[in-house]
Nanobody, 121 residues
Framework: VQLVESGGGSVEVGGSLRLSCIISGYPYDDRICMAWARQAPGKKFVLVARIGSDGSTLYGDSVKGRFTISKDNAWTSLFLQMNRLKPEDTAMYYC???????????????WGQGTQVTVSS
């Protein structure tokens, strides 16, 4: 399974970024959970948002109302629209895929290489 993220970069406080993830080689056709996680320097991985096979979504408390997770109809692309960015959003962002949805991102088996998001004040 390959996951390739793009769209990270540097932005000022209040700005927006859109992350993308291309997914290939996923071996199951019955269900899938796609998610974004992030890790700030010296901190643990945190689930940012996830979307399940039924289309249901879950967001971390710190991003609710600012970030939106979405996917394409083929379940091969995942997106994260990030608005009203804050300095505390600065982190490496990772695309994750797994058959089941978890709240702990470390339970996901498939990870991308990450894309850096830096928000400056």
């Amino acid at each position: 399974v390959q996951l390739v993220e793009s769209g990270g970069g540097s932005v000022e406080v209040g700005g927006s970024l859109r992350l993308s993830c291309i997914i290939s080689g996923y071996p199951y056709d019955d269900r899938i959970c796609m998610a974004w996680a992030r890790q700030a320097p010296g901190k643990k991985f945190v689930l940012v948002a996830r979307i399940g096979s039924d289309g249901s979504t879950l967001y971390g408390d710190s991003v609710k109302g600012r970030f939106t997770i979405s996917k394409d109809n083929a379940w091969t692309s995942l997106f994260l629209q990030m608005n009203r960015l804050k300095p505390e959003d600065t982190a490496m962002y990772y695309c994750l895929v797994e058959r089941n949805c978890y709240s702990d991102p470390t339970n996901f088996d498939y990870w991308g290489q990450g894309t850096q998001v830096t928000v400056s004040s």
